[in-house]
Protein backbone atom coordinates (compact mmCIF):
# COMPACT_ATOMS: atom_id res chain seq x y z
CA UNK A 1 0.00 0.00 0.00
CA UNK A 2 1.25 3.77 -0.82
CA UNK A 3 -0.25 6.83 -0.10
CA UNK A 4 -1.04 8.76 -3.51
CA UNK A 5 -1.76 12.47 -4.51
CA UNK A 6 -4.71 12.80 -7.00
CA UNK A 7 -5.62 15.91 -8.68
CA UNK A 8 -9.11 16.64 -9.76
CA UNK A 9 -10.13 19.49 -12.32
CA UNK A 10 -13.55 20.97 -11.41
CA UNK A 11 -14.91 24.13 -12.14
CA UNK A 12 -12.38 26.10 -13.19
CA UNK A 13 -10.46 24.73 -9.70
CA UNK A 14 -7.67 22.03 -8.90
CA UNK A 15 -8.22 20.25 -5.71
CA UNK A 16 -5.53 17.34 -4.38
CA UNK A 17 -6.80 14.60 -2.33
CA UNK A 18 -5.11 12.63 -0.74
CA UNK A 19 -5.59 8.70 -1.08
CA UNK A 20 -4.78 5.47 0.21
CA UNK A 21 -3.84 2.86 -2.43
CA UNK A 22 -2.70 -0.74 -3.31
CA UNK A 23 -1.72 -2.32 -6.85
CA UNK A 24 -3.41 -5.91 -7.24
CA UNK A 25 -2.94 -8.00 -11.14
CA UNK A 26 -5.79 -8.51 -12.98
CA UNK A 27 -5.74 -10.63 -16.08
CA UNK A 28 -1.84 -10.36 -15.60
CA UNK A 29 -2.20 -6.74 -15.61
CA UNK A 30 -1.20 -4.66 -12.23
CA UNK A 31 -4.19 -2.63 -11.33
CA UNK A 32 -4.62 0.20 -8.58
CA UNK A 33 -7.50 0.04 -6.57
CA UNK A 34 -8.72 2.57 -4.02
CA UNK A 35 -8.42 1.81 -0.26
CA UNK A 36 -9.38 4.88 1.27
CA UNK A 37 -9.82 8.47 0.37
CA UNK A 38 -8.36 10.39 3.61
CA UNK A 39 -9.21 13.57 2.21
CA UNK A 40 -8.66 17.28 0.16
CA UNK A 41 -4.90 17.67 1.07
CA UNK A 42 -5.81 21.92 1.60
CA UNK A 43 -8.32 20.83 4.11
CA UNK A 44 -5.77 18.40 5.95
CA UNK A 45 -3.33 21.17 6.27
CA UNK A 46 -5.46 24.08 7.16
CA UNK A 47 -6.80 22.11 10.28
CA UNK A 48 -3.86 20.37 11.11
CA UNK A 49 -4.98 16.49 10.42
CA UNK A 50 -2.50 15.33 7.93
CA UNK A 51 0.17 15.07 10.32
CA UNK A 52 -3.05 13.13 12.54
CA UNK A 53 -3.40 10.95 9.27
CA UNK A 54 0.58 10.23 8.96
CA UNK A 55 1.12 9.02 12.48
CA UNK A 56 -2.51 6.74 12.09
CA UNK A 57 -0.48 4.64 9.38
CA UNK A 58 2.75 4.42 10.77
CA UNK A 59 0.93 2.89 13.88
CA UNK A 60 0.59 -0.15 11.45
CA UNK A 61 4.02 -0.23 9.80
CA UNK A 62 6.71 -2.10 12.14
CA UNK A 63 9.71 -0.67 10.19
CA UNK A 64 8.62 2.79 11.19
CA UNK A 65 7.81 1.99 15.08
CA UNK A 66 11.40 0.62 15.30
CA UNK A 67 12.53 3.81 14.30
CA UNK A 68 10.39 6.09 16.00
CA UNK A 69 11.45 3.65 19.27
CA UNK A 70 15.06 4.91 18.19
CA UNK A 71 14.68 7.96 18.11
CA UNK A 72 12.86 8.47 21.30
CA UNK A 73 15.84 6.32 22.60
CA UNK A 74 13.25 3.98 24.14
CA UNK A 75 14.72 0.67 22.52
CA UNK A 76 16.89 -1.78 24.94
CA UNK A 77 18.88 -4.20 23.31
CA UNK A 78 18.03 -7.62 25.12
CA UNK A 79 21.24 -9.61 23.98
CA UNK A 80 24.46 -8.29 22.29
CA UNK A 81 26.36 -10.84 20.12
CA UNK A 82 29.94 -10.15 19.63
Known amino acids: MFTRLKTVRAR ?9 VENHRENGQVRQRLIASLG ?14 VKGLVRYLPQLRLIEAQRQQSLVAETDRI
Open 12 to 20: GRTYHYVQL
Open 40 to 53: RLDQLLDQGDLEQV
